[in-house]
């Protein structure tokens, strides 16, 4: 009765996306499906943080790091939309003889990001070979973000003599400087970046698995994974909002080849393919790759995420009827996102794909329980399963690196 | 059995919100950005009626007078820092020039003012007026701060004459002593006045004659206690007669305005505010066209800063024109100082 080990990941998927990419594996998919009939309820948990990730050159940074930045008097200057106090203090530097393009000090932040996602999800064996599920993901998220800006000593000096010519315009700037991400932030209509701490509901995928075969020496399953966007999507008015929905529809076909090498080893290969319908959305457009802030907005943007596909490895090992242990590689790939607007140039559009390009390889690791067998027997009252696992990304770009925990726990009847 | 595997599951229902209670990392980010002393304005030092005649009042220029066109074109961002920079760099030698120009004006003064006066000092005690001509229509024998005297006694006293070419003497050197102020002063302080000149005419050039406020022509600010409750500003009509308060007027050529109540067409100025930890006065005026029926054309708001020296007063800061006409606002400077001198009752 190897049909009843379905596991989480069935239902859910094996892998956690975040609002349209890749992420860390958070299970591993089987073949198995529910017999006829057979209903399992299900609470998944997955804990992250979201502080580290793979850049576009495969380096390990903090998410914080684009706002780390050397800033020229020029790029303070062109962030500012004051225009008589731009010109001032414009007039004034040209006045020292001090070029725009000095830097005049650098900007920091620090953003940690706490997400916990709790899964409910429900299941249903149709027939023998067909389960079909829904699950919807509620997500918890716990922002942290510090933000500053260290002045140069030529910068200190000027704001001192600029201090003797006129104290008010003086405290005006320095307000201004006191937190140069904030101003342009605030500049650009975005609010503040701060502590934030929300619950809300995620993207509803509704699944359906097929057991296309049944074998002694194998077994393999299709399942397919609508995503519908329920949750809540990025609000363009918040630099960092981590949105538990990407505000379209997906749609993810995979293919999950099992091979029984004893009667306690399995081998399992799952290849999926999503695709990320294009839709239409309200964005920002960056200034250009590098300043990707921008005042200006595009209620109607058309948008096309990239394509994922993605491909696993795994191994499950169960000593006992009780106990199971699991390791997964997995190697994913998601194209570019590509953007299209009437609001500017076509090359702004085109920034918004920048680094959105992802490339992954994952390990995972799990540990099983399961009572199945055990109420097979009759020695047990209920059947349930429990799964604990860590997901790591050990390589990749545009990708997290942070560790994803997941804990879930199935109840048949 | 039951029981155990039914409180496992609780348990592990109870893991799936754990990471709830975990808590997020403190961010942490280095700051130190530039810090600006701290101002040391005391209201305490503004007490008293201040009044300054012609301001120098004037929008940034925003267009130049192009040739070819034979038209004014607007000036692109960069090129109106570079006006301004102009504008700042003459104001500043300008100012860099007065100061030295005064103060060196005084330093000569200062130098020769001490000879002249010891020499004067000497001519006195020498009784050189008692030795002019009394047939001389300018001498005034018995009036000893007359310095220099056309004619002698005619005598041949030896006394008397040796006197008389000491007198003659002082006289020549107290003249000798005003030509070498002159020409010090030629030859040092002309230098300085025609840098003083240039660099006002180059602010004058750079501005240009349709940026500047050629009609507002006084601004006179009287600060402390107020007689009665009859100003606008900080809630006065609220406050006991005697708390210190503040009356802004200003003056344009055709009419004034004022902030203080019940005196005619006086009181149109409106948004007074003071902030008396910085110093800082903000205040709106209506534009009226007053060969117009006293038509009302715009608003001027004033953002100022008070800044004593002594007895003296320096203002400045921003102005800020609006014409209803255009909608349109344009910026500009204004500076003024002037003696704080003591309210008169």
Known sequence: ?413 | MKIIFTNTILVLLGLQFLGCSIDVKKANAPTDPPKVAKSFFSSSQIVGHFRASAPVMFLWPVDRWDEAAQAFVPLSFSEQAEVRKNIVKASEDKAFYEAEFFATEKQLDEKYLGLQESLKQEYVADRCYALCDPFELSCFPGKPETFFQDAWIDTDDPEELALIEKCIANENERRGLEADQTEEEEVILDPIEAKMIAANESLLATVGNRNFFNDFTTLELVYGPVASCEVVPNDCLDIDPGQTGLVVKVLFTGGGFSNVLNSGQDHQISEVDFDQENGFLTFKVPLIDFADENRVTGELFFDLELNPKGKELIVGGDIRRTLYATGKTRVGRISASGPIMPIEN
Do not use: H
């Open chain 1, 1 to 413: 009765m190897a049909f009843w080990t379905i596991i989480f990941s069935s239902l859910v998927g094996s892998s956690f996306c975040w609002a349209g990419g890749l992420s860390a594996p958070i299970s591993i998919n089987t073949t198995a499906v529910l017999p006829k009939g057979v209903r399992s309820v299900q609470v998944g948990g997955i804990t992250t943080t979201v502080d580290g990730w793979f850049n576009d050159f495969g380096l390990s940074t903090g998410v914080a790091e684009p706002f780390n930045q050397e800033l020229s008097y020029s790029r303070l200057l062109q962030a500012e939309n004051d225009e008589n106090l731009k010109l001032n203090v414009e007039s004034q530097l040209r006045n020292q003889g001090v070029p725009l393009e000095t830097i005049a000090g650098n900007s920091y932040a620090d953003i940690n990001t706490l997400v916990v996602a709790t899964i409910p999800a429900m299941a249903y064996g149709l027939t023998d070979r067909w389960t079909v599920a829904f699950a919807v993901p509620i997500v918890y998220t716990n922002i942290d973000a510090e933000t500053g800006f260290v002045g140069r000593d030529q910068l200190q000096e000027l704001v001192t003599d600029f201090s003797t010519k006129s104290r008010k315009q003086t405290q005006l700037i320095q307000s201004k400087l006191k937190d140069v991400i904030a101003t342009e932030l605030a500049n650009k209509g975005y609010q503040p970046l701060e502590d934030r701490e929300r619950t809300e509901v995620g993207d509803l995928r509704l699944i359906a698995k097929y057991l296309a075969a049944k074998e002694l020496s194998y077994s393999w399953a299709i399942s397919n994974t609508l995503t519908v966007p329920t949750g809540r999507v990025r609000d363009i008015d918040f630099i960092v909002d981590p949105a538990p929905g990407d505000g379209q529809v997906d749609l993810s076909i995979a293919s999950i080849f099992e091979v029984p090498v004893t009667s306690k080893l399995r081998l399992i290969n799952q290849t999926s393919y999503t695709i990320q319908f294009a839709d239409v959305i309200d964005t920002r457009i960056p200034v250009n790759q590098i300043e990707r802030a921008s005042a200006d907005i595009d209620e109607g943007a058309n948008r096309d995420l990239g394509d994922i596909i993605s491909t696993s490895f795994a191994a499950l090992y169960a000593p006992t009827d009780l106990f199971n242990f699991g390791a997964s590689y997995t190697l994913g790939y998601k194209e570019r996102d590509r953007w299209r607007g009437v609001n500017a140039s076509a090359d702004r559009y085109w920034a918004l794909g920048v680094e959105t390009e992802q490339f992954m390889q994952a390990v995972y690791l799990q540990a099983g329980l399961s009572t199945v067998e055990l109420f097979k027997r009759k020695a047990f009252f209920l059947p349930m399963m429990a799964n604990l696992g860590v997901g790591q990304v050990v390589d990749g770009r545009n990708v997290r690196n942070d560790p994803l925990w997941s804990m879930n726990m199935t109840l048949f009847f």
